[in-house]
């Protein structure tokens, strides 16, 4: 049954219907109508940043916590364009969000007047303006669907003053859930078991759609069955359980050593992922003429968008592999489980001495002062409490960090996608807002702290308590380690310079906890690493957001 309202009021009516209880936002005029109409609405909490990006992960973060889409309300164009960086990563990431700025009166087409949907199209899923009131109720129903639907990715709608402020007869039915976990090939799925039955060196390298799809038990037992050494590909969820004795940690083809693991498998089994996605070239093709690539995933776009695929299977990233573990059970004889035993133990080998060698690379800087990343990572590691999340935006600390922080549930360890520095702030707030009843702590670098640091009054505005733990190396330390990969693997040079990079560093050090008191926030500086478990206990007991200032080792 139709009701006379106005725009704004639609808007408003439809994100209740659709289940909104956060919007994430930064303001301007152009968003004051909604903003006055939020006095009638109580069961939103808005949530003010003071700026977009802060917004944005927020929103992102509380999407991929919840699993649907999460509201953002953003400033016209110059709003809107603070948050594209984070909206690439979204849409990278597959994550489901609703965007919207307001615009101003349309009549004012022959000034300046920006065209909002084109702005943000490359970096969106879906992206439209609208100029009449009665079109607010489809359209935002729309955006709930599309943003949703696989593949989930983030939707804008811009509002012109026009089509907030203007009356009209509104429908207000909200969206449907869209079941859309298709089923894939049992064609595909059969040719997939035969190659990985005829492989000797096949490898599974795991992403965030697995993650989505909620297969992480499904990529367990497909591991365990075929004794694959188990990657996970650049991405920001856990899609496998870290403590897992197959798992061989995150990918980076910027390392020497797992570069030449991929090249010396014969069959590499890509699900939910996309395959040696990598910020330098490596060359056209990754993997050598001899192996074949599986690649198995809800996107049909991420299927041969760069490595060359031997076997491209599109649909639910659980059911495929449900599938694909029963047509291996089939095909299994006696005679191939000592071969599959061996394999496994050998993966499970090659992870344990992995490990003790990295351990034994940092035990001699241990007692160094300023602390090691790795000697820092180890002691929160050990203090967090058990249920604690941990949010990964450590940047070039990142070995160290994933080496003492491990995750056996997708919600344990959320990470930064980084597809820009900046978003650890406000994803750390939106996985609190996502978690109430969990302690929530982001290990953030300081260089990527920067960017968004006004985030820190938002936590303390709100009173969203959780814990932002601050890599002080003084640099932006992942310049020099990228420039280091880049003259020394890309150019083929004998020395690099990467320690010595111009505009690097910073040469007035940053001091974090007293910019966190200055907003409302505990800081606390350590640089003794035996004061962490001390600051982390205070920091939990107080029920507040706080700071811990880590004054760390950057050297190379």
């Known amino acids: 049954m139709s009701q006379l309202m106005t725009g704004k009021q639609a808007l408003l009516e439809m994100l209740k219907a659709e289940g909104v209880d956060y919007i994430f936002g930064n303001p301007g005029t152009s968003e004051g109508p909604i903003i006055d109409l939020l006095g009638d609405y109580p069961e939103f909490r808005y949530i003010l940043t003071l700026q977009e990006s802060v917004a944005m992960g927020m929103g992102e973060a509380y999407a991929r916590a919840r699993g649907t889409a999460s509201f953002v309300s953003l400033h016209v164009d110059s709003g809107l364009a603070n948050g594209i960086a984070l909206m690439l990563d979204a ?9 919207t700025s307001a615009n101003y009166d349309i009549r004012k087409v022959n000034e300046t007047i920006t065209d909002l949907a084109d702005l943000v199209r490359p970096v969106t899923k879906w992206a439209v303006e609208l100029t009449q009131p009665d079109q607010i109720p489809s359209v935002i129903r729309r955006a709930f669907n599309e943003a949703n639907s696989h593949p989930k990715g983030p939707v804008y709608v811009g509002f012109t003053s026009n089509a907030l402020e203007g009356m009209a007869e509104m429908n207000l039915e909200p969206s449907r859930p869209v079941y859309d976990g298709a089923r894939p090939s049992a064609e595909g799925i059969a040719q997939a078991a035969a190659m990985l039955m005829a492989a000797s060196r096949p490898l599974m390298l795991v992403g965030d759609r697995l993650s989505d799809d909620d297969a992480v038990a499904e990529a367990v037992e497909l591991a365990e069955l075929m004794g694959l050494p188990v990657y996970q590909a650049r991405g920001a969820e856990v899609a496998f359980p870290t403590r897992h004795e197959q798992f061989m940690g995150a990918l980076s083809l910027r390392v020497a050593e797992q570069r030449a693991a991929v090249q010396a498998a ?12 990598e910020l330098f070239y490596w060359g056209d093709v990754i993997l050598p003429a001899e192996a074949r690539l599986v690649h198995i995933d809800p996107d049909r776009s991420k299927i041969g968008r760069s490595e060359p695929t031997d076997l491209g299977i599109v649909g639910h990233c659980g059911l495929a592999m449900r599938d694909l573990i029963s047509a291996l059970e089939e095909r299994l004889s006696d005679g191939d489980r000592p071969e599959i035993g061996l394999r496994r133990q050998a993966v499970i080998a090659e992870r344990q001495s992995n490990r003790a060698a990295y351990e034994e ?11 090691t990343p790795s000697r820092m990572m180890s002691e929160l590691a050990a203090a967090i409490p058990d249920d604690a999340i941990v949010v990964d935006d450590s940047i070039s600390n990142r070995a160290a960090m994933r080496h003492y922080f491990q995750a056996q549930r997708r919600a344990d360890l959320r990470g930064v996608r980084g597809q820009s520095i900046g978003g650890g702030i406000g994803v750390t707030m939106g996985t ?6 969990r302690p929530v702590f982001g290990v953030i670098g300081d260089g990527s702290a920067m960017m968004t640091i006004q985030g820190l009054w938002t936590a303390a505005n709100d009173n969203i308590p959780c814990i932002f733990v601050i890599c002080n190396n003084g640099m932006y330390r992942v310049l020099k380690t990228n420039f280091n990969v880049y003259q020394r693997d890309v150019l083929n040079l004998p020395e690099t310079s990467g320690g010595r990079l111009l505009y ?35 920091a939990v007991a107080s029920g507040k957001p706080a700071l811990l200032d880590m004054v760390i080792d950057g050297s190379l």
């Open 266 to 277: 014969d069959l590499v089994l890509a699900v939910g992922s996309d395959p040696f996605e």
């Open 504 to 538: 690097s560093d910073f040469g007035t050090p940053f001091d974090m906890a007293a910019i966190a008191n200055s907003m409302g926030v505990h800081g606390e500086r350590i640089t003794d690493p035996a004061d962490i478990k001390p600051a982390v206990d205070r």
């Open 361 to 371: 690379s940092v035990a001699e800087k241990w007692d160094h002062r300023p602390m």
């Open 91 to 99: 849409l990278n990431t597959g994550t489901p969000m609703v965007i």
């Open 432 to 437: 609190q807002c996502a978690y109430p009843d």
